[in-house]
């Protein structure tokens, strides 16, 4: 491949050279890059330079739009498979997902590369399918943030991972924007909302529905526009918000206030969002609201500041919205961070490293904690000594874009600044020929190896000096030693394939270590890994799960936050989602579907569907037994308490829609609808309009009764009037003319 760089930066064309390099060992490769640093640029430079056909992907119209522009500055030749339904002859196709997934079973064309954008949604089923459409194609992904919250790895699509500077580095070297940090305080109003949030979606953030609850409200949107009165009165600026109802709030007031705004979401036309970009793009308005719409793939470098209202626990959707902020503008100082909902106590400040490495392979999870603090972060550390001079129990500075220039300078040496990532490298030493390790710039071991076979992130197969073969990890240290060997591998499921003298293989598993005399097949159940060998099954957790039964005959079930395994023998086991360290026996579901599991060690947890693992008690001794018993006795009731609650709760939002309900006719007949929810079906003759819980309906002509607004009959319909009041006094006149009274209930 020819390279054509010349447009490129000294730390873009590093990352094509690596991609390249990686290219002849792996056929997949995903590339780490900060927002705002140019992915697409290194995107467009490969693109170019290759010489087969190339399929470029993205989930997003605005990607593919960015793309496409700026393929056509290099004067690259495109087509766009969502506007263009006849193939053109461009060797390059740009297209959506979406548009793919639909018609790949009717697709002609081969690429020889396919290209992934925003390559941390490729684990979902829309993606997967491009690797076994096109099996011997090259796969390049590109995202700011190889992480997921659920600590899946990306290791079962891409091979390797290439990183490039930390977002420290980019700001020292003047590539990405100084910024200014303001935060909420410990002892804020907002702070203790966001702390008392217990709910958990599907992904494992807060729950979107309570947060909406708790922050959607006048005085949090009040808060919300005094702060960026106070640090960005006049700037031009993006607000991530809660729903769809909560952005559209927030610029119903912003505009209110004499603040220019508008809100966008998954909702607004694909036409009028681009019509509005372009208005915000221009100048023509200062505020653009949004629901997770433009936290991806966004390029708008004048962008003053970013305002955090959406608390979150995903670090990738944290350094998604702040990185639309640090690019680099002509005429602007520096970006304003607002954050409203405390993100720099759960992740430390934008400049903190992460171990992409780790998080690729789904050794981290990237996703923070409430209540813990970043470790080893010393620019949090300066962070905290600012924070804590806060007398102010709203929002205050935590850093100012001078001090963190101050800061990384005085940090420029520090090893939390070095390259973010413990891929291991090898080196040979000219004089013996002999091999050692080293990660980034810094020698790990010295030349000590006769051979290094293989590297996969923080560990390395090699042979020592005393001809045995083993596994080292990133500090230098033999994990695992065995003599007799000839060569070992370590395939992309990190299995590592022990070839023997005589031919003859074993394999073994760097999760737990446990060595297979015969090769493990993968079975995969959603986030879910288990091993086949020969006919027992195993999990791939430190302390393992082996099966008393053939596999075949087991039954396994995905819940979603835990895989159940049922043996024969009444025997039911488990696996946590995210918990690598242990298998669990499951003693009993509560009524909310959680489970009471317990470990080897005789620990009981309540598994919640959110993924938390609450510890119960330990059940070594009979006496301890007890205990835990009157605990999962007191949880139930407890569960099945706010279970009652929130269906009371449920019932009495339900009823609170309908009486806003209006009559509506169909054919002859009428019934009640709130929207387009019919709430009482089209079957009386006359209806009237809800009195607070009550409404009067006409069954036959001049026979009149009372419903409640759900539709059961209160009063049966032989009044020839009824008049309901507001207290709930109803005025029934009967066929005679005598009027009754009636409290209704």
Not at 439 to 444: L, P, Q
């Amino acid at each position: 491949m020819a390279l054509k760089a010349n447009h490129l930066r000294d730390y873009q064309k590093e990352i094509v050279a690596r991609v390249l390099e990686e290219w002849h060992h792996h056929r997949s490769i995903m590339v780490q890059m900060p927002t705002g640093t140019g992915k697409t640029h290194v995107l467009a430079n490969i693109v170019s330079a290759f010489t087969g056909n190339v399929l470029i992907v993205a989930h997003r119209m605005e990607l593919i739009a960015q793309i496409n522009e700026t393929l056509d500055r290099l004067r690259v030749r495109t087509s766009d498979l969502d506007k263009e339904f006849m193939w053109s002859e461009s060797r390059i196709k740009v297209s959506s997902i979406q548009t793919i997934s639909k018609r790949i079973d009717t697709l002609k064309f081969e690429p020889e590369l396919v290209i992934i954008d925003e390559a941390h949604h490729a684990l979902a089923k829309t993606y997967r399918i491009l690797w076994n459409k096109w099996p011997e194609a090259k796969f390049l992904g590109l995202t700011a943030t190889p992480c997921r919250m659920n600590r899946n790895g990306f290791t079962e699509l891409f091979d390797s991972l290439v990183t490039s500077w930390s977002i420290a580095e980019f700001i020292r070297k003047g590539v990405l924007s100084v910024f200014d940090y303001a935060s909420i305080q410990p002892n804020s109003m907002e702070q203790l909302l966001i702390d008392s949030l217990q709910k958990r979606g599907a992904d494992g953030d807060y729950q979107v529905k309570e947060m909406d609850e708790l922050l959607n409200r006048q005085p949090s949107i009040e808060r919300l526009y005094q702060s960026v009165l106070q640090f960005a009165e006049g700037k031009k600026g993006i607000v991530y918000a809660i729903s769809i109802a909560h952005a559209r709030k927030i610029a119903e007031y912003y505009n209110h206030k004499g603040i220019k705004a508008i809100a966008i979401d998954s909702k607004t036309p694909r036409e009028t969002r681009r019509l509005l970009v372009e208005a915000f793009k221009a100048g023509d308005i200062q505020v653009m609201v949004n629901v997770d719409v433009f936290s991806e793939g966004f390029d708008c470098p004048d962008v003053e500041f970013i305002q955090m209202a959406r608390p979150t626990l995903s670090l990738s959707k944290y350094l998604q919205q702040v990185g639309r902020g640090l690019r680099k503008s002509k005429g602007k100082e520096s970006c304003m961070l607002i954050d409203n909902v405390g993100l720099c106590r759960i992740f430390g400040l934008p400049v903190q490293t992460w171990n992409w490495e780790r998080m690729f392979r789904g050794e981290l999870a990237g996703k923070g904690h409430r209540d813990s603090l970043p470790k080893k972060d010393i620019m949090y550390a300066s962070c905290l000594r600012e924070d804590a001079d806060q007398q102010d129990i709203g929002i205050g500075l935590v850093i100012s874009h001078e001090t963190l220039l101050e800061k990384l300078s005085e940090l420029e040496q520090s090893p939390s600044l070095e390259e973010n990532h413990t891929v291991l490298q090898a080196w040979q030493e000219d004089n013996t020929g002999l091999w050692g390790l080293k990660c980034g710039r810094k020698k790990i071991t010295e030349a000590q190896y006769v051979t290094v076979f293989d590297i996969k992130g923080e560990i390395a197969a090699v042979r020592f000096s005393d001809y045995s073969c083993g596994l080292v990890n990133e500090l230098g240290k033999a994990i695992w030693k065995r003599k007799g060997c000839t060569s070992l591998n370590i395939n992309r499921n990190r299995i590592v394939e022990i070839e023997l003298e005589g031919n003859e293989m074993n394999y073994l598993d760097l999760y737990n270590l446990k060595v297979y005399l015969h090769k493990p097949e993968i079975r995969r159940y959603g986030d879910f890994e288990l091993l086949k060998v020969k006919h027992l099954c195993f999990s791939r957790t430190k302390r393992f799960y082996s099966s008393k039964q053939d596999y075949d005959s087991l039954i396994i079930t995905n819940k979603g936050f835990l895989l159940k395994i049922t043996e024969k023998v009444g025997e039911v086991y488990c696996i946590l989602l995210g918990d690598n360290e242990e298998y669990y026996r499951i003693h009993d579901w509560l009524p909310d579907e959680s489970a009471i599991i317990h470990d080897t060690k005789g620990n009981y947890y309540q598994a919640t569907k959110e993924g938390e693992k609450i510890k119960i008690g330990n059940a070594i001794s009979s006496t301890d037994w007890d205990k835990c018993q009157a605990s999962i006795e007191n949880l139930e009731k407890q569960i099945i308490r706010e279970m009652e609650t929130d269906k009371k709760n449920r019932k009495q939002r339900i009823l609170d829609d309908y009486r806003k309900a209006l009559p509506y006719q169909s054919g002859i007949k009428w019934g009640l609808k709130v929207g387009n929810l019919i709430t009482v079906p089209p079957i009386y003759r006359n209806i009237k309009p809800p009195v607070g819980k009550y409404c009067a309906v006409e069954m036959n002509y001049s026979q009149w009764g009372i419903i409640s607004i759900d539709g059961a009959i209160l009063i049966e319909p032989k009044y020839t009037e009824v008049f309901i009041e507001e207290n709930g006094m109803a005025w029934l006149t009967q066929v005679t003319g005598k009027k009754v009274s009636v409290k209704l209930k």
